[in-house]
């Protein structure tokens, strides 16, 4: 009896130990990235910022169903606005677009609908490393040669809070080379404009990639 007990409990234990698997790995892709004030009742979006992210991985398999993943991805995230005014003779425009340089530290729990497909949930915990606002102001007058065009490129760092998180749901096909493709929406709650008063600016994004996973161990 004694030795049935201890054949099973061996065999349960080597079952668990080769569900178990780390994975490294490497993803790329691309970003829409979109910002959002918030004052009071009222409420402004970006025009999406169009990006990419590229980054690392790593993925541990707790069971056939079961995973945790985390990553380290760069991407310089952000939005765009513009406004204009006026005809085509005699106008003023403006566009603004604010770029986020942004580290991000995605965790996430994964569950195995079949052995290639997978949902997720968890959050990134992003980290503004650089900030700034490039604009451009046209304006024509109607008259030749008096249009007039003014741009530049300022850094806003010190104007914007550091850390960006943002919970997300995501899905993932895997194959059995090691490619996989995923995509993700990620939803900012972070405050991201200091001293803002009541108001708060979050960012957040869609991240749809391809990436290659390499043998565990």
Known sequence: MKKLLLIAAAAAVSINLSAQETRFGAKAGYSLSTLKFKDGGNSENSDPSHTFYVGALVEHKLSDK??????????????KVEAAEGSDEAFVGAKSKIKFGTLMVPVSAKYFITEGLSVSAGASFGFILSAKTKYEVNAGLGLPGLDISLGDEVDIKDQTNTLNIAPFLGAEYALENGL??????????????????????????????????????
Request: cysteine-free; overall charge neutral.
């Open 66 to 79: 079961f995973a945790l993943q985390g990553e380290v991805l760069y991407s310089p995230l952000g939005g």
């Open 180 to 217: 996989f493709f995923d995509a993700r929406y990620n939803m900012g709650v972070s405050n991201l404009a200091k001293d803002s008063g009541d108001g708060k600016l979050t960012n957040s994004f869609l991240q749809v990639g391809v990436g290659f996973k390499f043998g565990g161990n």
